[in-house]
């Protein structure tokens, strides 16, 4: 049983456009690889505390990330230092607030690109900080440092969706091409990665509304998918909603390591 986990997360994708337009992730659920959950995201709906969220799983009332301009490292215990202490290595492709909120804040943009020393939380990190820099060159960076370092869990996190919702509103076709777009990237990497023996798990922070904008309490704000790639998850399409909390105690459970005592007892009725 696999206890390696890559986890994609797309910001700013929200659930019914993924539902609606990507073919290849919707191709592995209908032959029975893949299942697809709706998660509703912790409030506000906005990125840096829910990236805190995903990786902590702790509320933005108890983690105190409470707004996009809290520049600090984060006080709570992420996965990112869970896989550490347990041996497993990690690494990640994110956007540069996830280097502030484990490795070092403020990001030094001459030296903070490429921390690939192993010493800080982040094992490996290689960072970006203009929101329309291209997903397929964040999942090749990705793609180097599974490929250098075989990390146990690879975080992967890219912009392009949630930047184009901002540029052109959740309902045109700028975003909802641009989620085609990712689903195609994943459609060239996810088959190799899948046959490296990795578990795969995608989500968003935060979803997108029609007004280009997001920290709200809609559906369009708040309605996010997960899609789980995992022998240990039955393939299928999943009712209920799961919420954002259980993602992290998710990611342990698949990562086979113990959770931190803040996350919330993992509670998902699908765990084979
Ligand atoms: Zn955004």
Request: charged fraction near 25%; proline fraction near 5%.
């Amino acid at each position: 049983m696999s206890n390696k986990l890559i986890f994609i997360m797309l910001d700013g994708l929200r659930y019914d456009t993924a539902e609606s337009r990507m073919g290849y992730l919707h191709h592995l659920i209908e032959k029975g690889k893949a299942s697809r959950f709706k998660v509703k995201s912790e409030l506000p709906s906005i990125s840096r505390p829910l990236y805190e969220v995903l990786l902590t799983g702790t509320p933005v009332y108890k983690n105190r990330i409470t707004s996009n301009q809290t520049i600090r490292l984060s006080h709570e215990e992420s996965i990112f230092h869970l896989t550490k202490k347990n041996g497993l290595k990690n690494a990640t492709a994110s956007y540069y607030w996830v280097s502030e909120l484990y490795n070092s804040a403020p990001f030094n943009k001459i030296t903070d690109r490429f921390q690939l020393d192993g010493q800080k939380p982040i094992e490996r990190g290689i960072f970006y900080w203009e929101d329309h820099y291209p997903d397929s060159h964040l999942f090749a960076d990705a793609n180097f440092l599974l490929s250098t370092y075989q990390p146990e869990f690879l975080y992967v996190h890219s912009m392009n969706i949630d930047n184009d919702g901002h540029k052109f509103t959740a309902d045109s076709k700028e975003y909802r091409n641009r989620v085609l777009n990712v689903d195609g990237l994943l459609a060239e990497l996810l088959p190799n990665w899948i046959e490296a023996g990795y578990q795969i798990i995608v989500t968003a922070d935060h979803g997108m509304n029609d007004d280009g904008n997001h920290g709200g309490t809609t559906t369009a704000d708040r309605d996010v998918p997960l899609f789980i790639i995992s022998d240990r998850v039955k393939p299928g399409i999943y009712k209920e909603d799961i919420p954002q909390l259980q993602i992290a105690p998710l990611v342990c459970e698949l990562l086979n390591i113990q959770q931190s005592p803040a996350m919330q007892k993992l509670s998902i009725p699908v765990l084979k």
